[in-house]
């Protein structure tokens, strides 16, 4: 099994600001198969980021995903309101498993 | 608009059984690959069960294996999950989910707003 481990766990900021958000693997992520959900309160979790770095239909370009093997990083420019939320990291292979999310918080 | 609305959660004891119902609507169910997802309170998301879209092929968390079951009803756009021998580490959120994007199985881009499960004497 893929463990994944997401850090920060908790990352506070201001709307405006940039986010880094990091996803590390236990062994290889296979042809990049990694994904970003966002789970807003409240709301089911939506599908941002997939093959590490293509948005899905719909998704803002102030996300953007990079990273291959086993270090994956998920970014989102210019902070808006409803960009605060918890982000999971998810490899999407034979035997899928997600990380343990990062929240990011209103500062 | 793609809908996915579970139902069936509840209090059950350890060694129980229950049945998640999955009503799905706005897409074409009977082409999707579908999945049952839950979480756990302060846990992340885990991944339980997965059919094809004809249900030919069915695949499940080592956790589960041999004591839930996931069938679906192409006739009546719904997918289930039979969960028997229950135990409290079950306890969590399920969700039901659509998978295919991009044609990847486990990918998920439609998510039900999930049914509590409870397992608790």
């Known amino acids: 099994e893929i463990v994944l481990t997401q850090s920060p766990g908790t990352l506070s900021m201001s709307p405006g600001e940039r986010a880094t958000l990091s996803c590390r693997a236990s062994?290889?992520?296979?042809?990049?198969?990694l994904a970003w959900y966002q789970r807003r309160p409240g709301q089911a979790p939506r599908l941002l980021i997939f093959g590490a770095s293509s948005r899905a239909a719909g998704i803002p370009d102030r996300f953007s995903g990079s990273g291959s093997g086993t270090d994956f990083t998920l970014n989102i420019t210019r902070l808006e309101p409803e960009d605060f939320a918890v982000y999971y990291c998810q490899q999407y292979g034979s035997s899928p498993t997600f990380g343990g999310g990062t929240k990011v918080e209103v500062k | 608009e793609v809908q996915l609305v579970e139902s069936g959660g509840g209090l059950v004891q350890p060694g129980g059984s229950l049945r998640l119902s999955c009503a799905a609507s706005?897409?074409?169910?009977?082409?999707?690959?579908m999945s049952w997802v839950r979480q756990a309170t302060g846990k992340g998301l885990e991944w339980v069960a997965n059919i094809k879209y004809d249900g030919t092929e069915i695949y499940y968390v080592d956790s589960v294996e041999g004591r839930f079951t996931i069938s679906r009803d192409n006739g009546k756009n719904s997918l289930y999950l039979q969960m028997n021998s229950l135990r409290a580490e079950d306890t969590a959120v399920y969700y039901c989910v659509r998978g295919g994007y991009s044609h990847y199985v486990f990918l998920f881009d439609s998510w039900g707003q999930g049914t509590l499960v409870t397992v608790s004497s």
């Open positions: 706005g897409f074409p169910f009977s082409g999707s690959w």
């Open positions: 062994q290889t992520v296979s042809s990049s198969q």
